[in-house]
């Protein structure tokens, strides 16, 4: 039996482990998975691939196409950064009851992460510009933020005694506290699965 889930997007700057996540919620929940990285078009690809970051008019055409695949439920669980608040209302705009899962996770976490994988597109040194634009989901969105713990970085990877309950950790506690959309968004620590310990907005366990 799966679980019934609004449209979701994992979302957070690159390395938090959006697509991951996003992919093992969507094979739980019985839905379709896509990486919002895929609807990017060429130009954005080539820009970032040179170190520049992407401006407001690059990014609207892409967020509009991810808001248009959950709108036509081509895909249940997307991971896109989505790290304005501008750029999740263009979203909701063509998906007004998309649900915002937000990995976070502190600049240092994040880039011992991105040193250690190759990224087609998206080199670390963009991760400061991330940092800088993100804008952490507000009372009014439905969403959940949940904080990573301070050494994730080899989640759903093998080889490691801490990565697969680390990972089972973090998608457990979305599975379970993803709320109706509508309400207001909550942040919980990935460290307390067993007690999905509701936390203050701004608190984290790093």
């Not at 390395?15 to 929940?29: D, M, N, Y």
Request: hydrophobic share 40%; with cysteine.
């Amino acid at each position: 039996m799966t679980q019934q889930l609004p449209p979701l997007v994992v979302m957070g700057v690159s390395g938090a482990g959006k697509s991951t996540v996003g992919a093992e919620l969507a094979r739980r929940a019985g839905l379709v998975f896509l990486d919002g990285d895929d609807l990017h078009p060429p130009r954005n690809v080539a820009r970032m691939a040179a170190g520049h970051p992407l401006s407001d008019d690059d990014r609207w055409p892409w967020l509009e196409a991810v808001g248009a695949q959950l709108a036509a439920g081509r895909a249940g669980v997307i991971a896109c950064s989505a790290l304005r608040r501008a750029y999740r209302d263009r979203i909701r705009a063509l998906a007004p009851d998309a649900y915002f899962v937000h990995l976070d996770g502190g600049h240092e976490l994040i880039a011992s992460r991105l040193e250690a994988r190759d990224h087609a597109f998206m080199p670390a040194s963009l991760l400061s510009s991330q940092f800088e634009t993100l804008e952490p989901l507000q009372d009014d969105e439905a969403g959940l933020v949940v904080a990573l713990e301070t050494r994730p970085e080899t989640m759903g990877q093998t080889g490691s005694a801490n990565a697969v309950p680390n990972f089972e950790r973090i998608v457990a506690f979305i599975m379970r506290n993803v709320v109706k959309s509508g309400e207001q968004p909550r942040e919980v620590d990935d460290g307390c699965a067993d007690g999905a310990a509701e936390r203050p907005r701004g608190a984290r366990s790093l």
